[in-house]
Nanobody, 115 residues
Framework: QVQLVESGGGVVQAGGSLRLSCVASRNITSTRNMYWYRQAPGQRRELVATITATGRTSYSDSVKGRFTGSKDNAKYTAYLQMNDLKPEDTGVYYC?????????WGQGTQVTVSS
């Protein structure tokens, strides 16, 4: 089994930046796609960024051009660099991967953007 632990959330003003980290308990970032989701209060969880095993990235339209996903396989870690944050980016951010037929989620990290 693999565990994922997110960190790096916090409270920032609009226009600010945060860098989220997702550390895996074993080396999966080199063999699995890693996903970043977020869930705003009262909203469903939405996919915001994908980092493939080969390092390719894709983003939702709402964050494209502002968020950048990356990974460091040697550190078993995926990152989400978030720039030009907006109040609508507020929510709990989760990293995720698939191991076999099971989805693995971290505990989430809270991001709050004040206007």
């Amino acid at each position: 089994q693999v565990q994922l632990v997110e960190s790096g959330g916090g409270v920032v003003q609009a226009g600010g930046s945060l860098r989220l980290s997702c550390v895996a308990s074993r080396n999966i970032t080199s063999t699995r796609n890693m996903y970043w989701y977020r869930q705003a209060p009262g909203q469903r969880r939405e996919l915001v960024a994908t980092i493939t095993a080969t390092g390719r990235t894709s983003y939702s339209d709402s964050v494209k051009g502002r968020f950048t996903g990356s990974k460091d396989n040697a550190k078993y870690t995926a990152y989400l660099q978030m720039n030009d944050l907006k109040p609508e980016d507020t929510g709990v951010y989760y990293c995720n991967c698939w191991v076999g037929s099971s989805q693995v989620w971290g505990q989430g990290t809270q991001v709050t953007v004040s206007s």
